[in-house]
């Protein structure tokens, strides 16, 4: 995607509450698990016996790369940072306040990932039939779930609420795979250029996350004054790569909702 000039970038963040209340937002927010036997006994029927086995001692490693799905693909994570870059080269994208939800459809199969592999395509009706109806045979999108409230603003208290999972939708800001083909060798800004592309007339569900070139202090400002949780800069000519990335930084307004929520969680912690 051809990056906005610095003139345009108001635009660009003010339009995310007129989309959002277009979309008609709001979301969820229940946490599964999968509870696994680290050791013990497992009793089996050998010969009208009973036989006792001693379960392996699995590590946390283990586990993840045991339960991995098929499909799935860890993604990058923005590094933190005191202030956000200024100058050429870089992309900057409004930080919303939901969660990670990477988004992949092989043939009619949708599965919505989370950070971690669970697949919660089912939670979200929205979401999965917005990619069903997407004009590709494959894709994986990587975005933030998000519910909105009357401002459009992305509300954590409303995505956590299972009654608003109807209203959740994805600000989609990346594609690593498209028909077959592996984006994430691509630079950055020829992955958004086809991630526009791809969601030219998506459905509610799927909305493309704008980015803006420019000032990142004074994108990110204007942010802060919109009560926004902050920006993500990346560089333009970036790959994609799992992990903590240096080439992705984020930068937190510290009087957010989603700011104020991680300082009482931390210190719930550290009692």
């Known amino acids: 995607m051809r990056a906005s000039s610095q003139g345009t970038s108001a635009a660009c963040f003010a339009s995310i509450g007129s989309r959002s209340r277009k979309f008609g937002i709001t979301q969820i927010g229940t946490h599964s698990a999968i509870l696994f036997p680290l050791k013990g006994e497992c009793h089996t029927t ?56 990477m988004v992949r459809r092989d043939g009619e199969r949708v599965r919505a990932f989370t950070r971690n592999g669970h697949d919660w395509a089912s939670r979200y009706p929205a979401i999965t039939s917005a990619a069903a109806a997407l004009r590709a045979h494959s894709f994986l999108i990587d975005g933030e779930a998000v519910v909105a409230d009357a401002q459009g603003v992305a509300s954590f208290d409303l995505l956590r609420n299972v009654a608003h999972a109807k209203q959740a939708f994805v600000w989609a800001f990346d594609l690593l795979e498209l028909d077959g083909e592996d984006l994430r060798a691509k630079p950055l800004e020829r992955r958004k250029a086809a ?66 929520r991680e300082a009482v969680e931390d210190w719930g912690r550290s009692r």
């Open 46 to 101: 050998v010969s009208g016996t009973i036989a006792q086995t001693q379960w392996p001692a699995y590590t946390d490693g283990m586990l993840r790369k045991r339960l991995t799905p098929t499909g799935f693909i860890a993604p990058c994570l923005p590094s933190p940072v005191a202030a956000p870059p200024s100058g050429p080269g870089w992309l900057h994208e409004i930080k919303h306040d939901g969660f990670r939800l």
């Open 195 to 260: 991630l526009q592309t791809l969601l030219k007339r998506a459905l509610f569900g799927l909305a493309l996350n704008d980015a803006a070139s420019g000032d990142g202090p004074a994108l990110f400002r204007q942010a802060c004054a919109m009560g926004l949780e902050g920006i993500v800069s990346k560089r333009a000519t970036s790959r994609y790569r799992s992990g903590r990335s240096p080439d992705w930084l984020k930068v937190k307004n510290a009087q957010s909702a989603a700011a104020q």
